[in-house]
Nanobody
Framework: QVQLVESGGGLVQAGGSLRLSCAAS????????MAWFRQAPGKEREFVVA????????YYPDSVKGRFTISRDNTKNTVYLQMNSLKPEDTAVYYC??????????????????WGQGTQVTVSS
C-alpha cells in the first residue's frame, strides 16, 4: 500500500514557476515508476510526465518538454515536478501516481494503482 500526498500548487502568473512535491508513504517507493497527470476543468485527465524507478529515465510529451522537469529522491520517498515558463493552458489539478510493476512506458492511467488527492495549479494570463 502506498499513500501519496501532493503539495506545492498555487496561483502564478504566466511565465512563472512552481515546484510540486509528492510524498509517498511506505517502504516500497523505489519499486514504482512515478508519473504526474493533470485534469483541467471540463477535460479528461491527461499524462504530464513520468520517471523510472531509479530516476535514470524520464518521459515528456511535447506539450511540456523543455518547461517541466520531473525528479525523485528515493531516500525521501518523494517525487518532484519543477514547472517553468507556465502557460494559462497548464491550469489544472495535478495528480501524482504510482505505476505498478510491468506497466507501459510511459505508464497509462489504468496501470497506476495509487493516486494522490491532487493539487491545484492556476496560471493567470
Amino acid at each position: 500500500q502506498v499513500q501519496l500526498v501532493e503539495s506545492g500548487g498555487g496561483l502564478v502568473q504566466a511565465g512563472g514557476s512552481l515546484r510540486l512535491s509528492c510524498a509517498a508513504s511506505g517502504r516500497t517507493f523505489s519499486s514504482y515508476r512515478m508519473a504526474w497527470f493533470r485534469q483541467a476543468p471540463g477535460k479528461e485527465r491527461e499524462f504530464v510526465v513520468a520517471i523510472s524507478r531509479t530516476g535514470g529515465s524520464t518521459y515528456y510529451p511535447d506539450s511540456v518538454k523543455g518547461r517541466f522537469t520531473i525528479s525523485r529522491d528515493n531516500t525521501k520517498n518523494t517525487v518532484y515536478l519543477q514547472m517553468n515558463s507556465l502557460k494559462p493552458e497548464d491550469t489544472a489539478v495535478y495528480y501524482c501516481a504510482a505505476a505498478r510493476y510491468g506497466s507501459s512506458w510511459p505508464p497509462l492511467q489504468y496501470e497506476c494503482d495509487y493516486w494522490g488527492q491532487g493539487t491545484q495549479v492556476t496560471v493567470s494570463s
